[in-house]
Nanobody, 129 residues
Framework: QVQLVESGGGLVQAGDSLRLSCEAS????????VGWFRQAPGKEREFAAA????????VYADSVKGRFTISRDNAENTVYLQMNSLKFEDTAVYSC??????????????????????WGQGTQVTVSS
């Protein structure tokens, strides 16, 4: 079973950048989709970005497209979320999640949180205006 641990959160000013890491243990992320989700205070958790590990396909929420970049490092078994031009409204707990892909849909990427089976504990990102 895959365990996920996020890191890299912190307090930054609007316009700054942060890079979040999602390190996996207990197995390789090969043939997995890994997503980043975020939950702001008083709001529902929402999708931010996802990547298909083997195919490298990515998908982004409109709210982060052009500012956030999701990537993976095979050697480190880690997925990153590079966040640039941060805004106050990006303040949230960011969590990564993973799920294996089926043999009939190896190139899939998923936006829905219900699609994901494994979750990390989250890391806080606070952007001051």
């Amino acid at each position: 079973q895959v365990q996920l641990v996020e890191s890299g959160g912190g307090l930054v000013q609007a316009g700054d950048s942060l890079r979040l890491s999602c390190e996996a243990s207990g197995g390789t992320l090969s043939r997995y989709v890994v997503g980043w989700f975020r939950q702001a205070p008083g709001k529902e958790r929402e999708f931010a970005a996802a990547i298909n590990w083997n195919y490298g396909r990515t998908v982004y929420a409109d709210s982060v497209k052009g500012r956030f970049t999701i990537s993976r490092d095979n050697a480190e078994n880690t997925v990153y979320l590079q966040m640039n031009s941060l805004k106050f409204e990006d303040t949230a707990v960011y969590s990564c999640a993973a799920r294996p892909v089926g043999v009939s849909n190896l190139g899939a990427v998923y936006r829905g949180q219900n699609e994901y089976a494994y979750w990390g504990q989250g890391t806080q990102v606070t952007v001051s205006s």
